[in-house]
């Protein structure tokens, strides 16, 4: 009888333990979940991103087979381009809180900044182009982008062309 | 014997009339000085008053001919004997000591085990959860053109979702 006494005791404290560890990590789980769903970056390592920088020109010419898939550069305001040629495609990693710089090739800089995992999975992004120690063309951008949909900034304007610069921010990507 | 007798005991045949006359002439005496004794008597002298009066009320409303000639009659009858029905007796089994010990330890491990899977739901890491379906395209939440003149669009991507397009006139810019 000692021995059934010593298993229902053990029973019943091993329950007793897993319920309040259940709690515990019930609660520690709703925090997470919570932290998840107010700031996600603070838990969020790197991203990868990829920044797209195309020459786009209204005089016919190519269309960069890479920019195929991209349909939204078909379409207004875009589709009054008949020439794009891809002139950098630098991939990059964002880390919250971290500026990440793209050179443009016309002299400018481009800042990104991952700001925070929205919610919904979104990323929310900080972006300046200017030259060096200026702020002369876009102080301040704010985006939320999902995984591998791109945002835009077009209007540059280089070598009789406009600079149309996507920003592409996907965890899938692998930066370099 | 009679020195045998305590003082309650004194106290409480002279209460009821059964003392001697010579003892009660002496307990008597003795409750001139016990204030305790003849409060003692007060009290049980109350409570014989009280179930006096609440026997005095039952008897009233007893017809104690009719309940006597009830007894007669229930003594008189001739005895039934009394038929029991035949009752299923409850399936014993013997179980010997070290069978119940392994009965119990299964129960013990069951509810471990339980437990355990408990704990394992409760505690499973938000991570594995299928995250809840994300907003697809991109949005500007926020933009400052400085001193440029900008406009945001919205374009349609290749799979219908809406991407964010900043369009900002300016200058051409040399390299510096």
Redesign the interface.
């Given at each position: 009888m000692s021995?059934?006494r010593h298993?229902?005791v053990?029973?019943v404290l091993?329950?007793a333990s897993?319920?309040s560890?259940?709690s515990v990590?019930?609660r520690?789980?709703a925090q997470?979940?919570s932290l998840?769903r107010s700031d996600r970056a603070a838990t969020t390592s790197s991203v990868p991103a990829e920044v797209l920088v195309v020459l786009a020109k209204e005089e016919p010419g190519k269309i960069d087979p890479q920019l195929e898939?991209?349909?939204?550069l078909r379409?207004?305001?875009?589709n009054s381009f008949r020439s794009m040629k891809i002139l950098s495609r630098p991939k990059l990693k964002l880390t919250p809180g971290k500026d990440a710089l793209v050179s443009l090739p016309?002299?400018?800089r481009m800042k990104l900044t991952l700001l925070r995992v929205m919610p919904?999975?979104?990323y929310?992004v900080k972006a300046a182009i200017n030259?060096?120690g200026k702020?002369?063309?876009?102080?301040?951008?704010?985006?939320?982008?999902?995984?591998g949909?791109?945002?835009?900034?077009?209007?540059?304007?280089?070598q009789g062309g406009t600079l149309v610069v996507g920003v592409i921010v996907d965890p899938k990507k692998s930066a370099q | 014997m009679e020195s045998a007798k305590t003082e309650d005991e004194k106290l409480q045949m002279f209460f009821d009339g059964e003392l001697a006359p010579e003892e009660a002439a002496a307990v008597r005496r003795d409750l001139e000085g016990s204030p305790q004794g003849a409060a003692q008597l007060r009290e049980w002298e109350r409570l014989r008053e009280a179930m006096k009066s609440v026997s005095a009320d039952w008897a009233g409303e007893l017809d104690s001919d009719a309940l006597f000639a009830r007894i007669d009659a229930d003594i008189n009858a001739p005895a039934v004997p009394i038929e029991r029905p035949a009752q299923e007796q409850p399936a014993l089994r013997v179980v010997p000591g070290g069978r119940e010990r392994r009965v119990w330890g299964g129960v013990a491990t069951g509810f471990a085990a339980a437990a355990a899977i408990f704990l394992a739901v409760m505690a499973w890491p938000e991570s594995h959860i299928d995250p809840a379906p994300t907003t697809r395209g991109s949005e500007v939440l926020e933009a400052d053109f400085g001193s440029n003149t900008g406009t945001i669009f919205e374009v349609e991507g290749g799979a219908g979702e809406s991407l964010a397009v900043v369009w900002i006139d300016d200058e051409e810019v040399g390299l510096p």
């Open positions: 021995l059934i298993l229902l053990i029973a091993f329950g897993v319920s560890g259940a990590a019930s520690a789980s997470g979940s998840a898939k991209l349909t939204a379409r207004p305001p875009f016309n002299g400018r919904d999975g979104r929310k030259r060096p702020s002369d063309y876009l102080p301040l951008l704010q985006v939320v982008a999902s995984a949909d791109p945002f835009f900034v077009a209007g540059q304007t280089y | -």
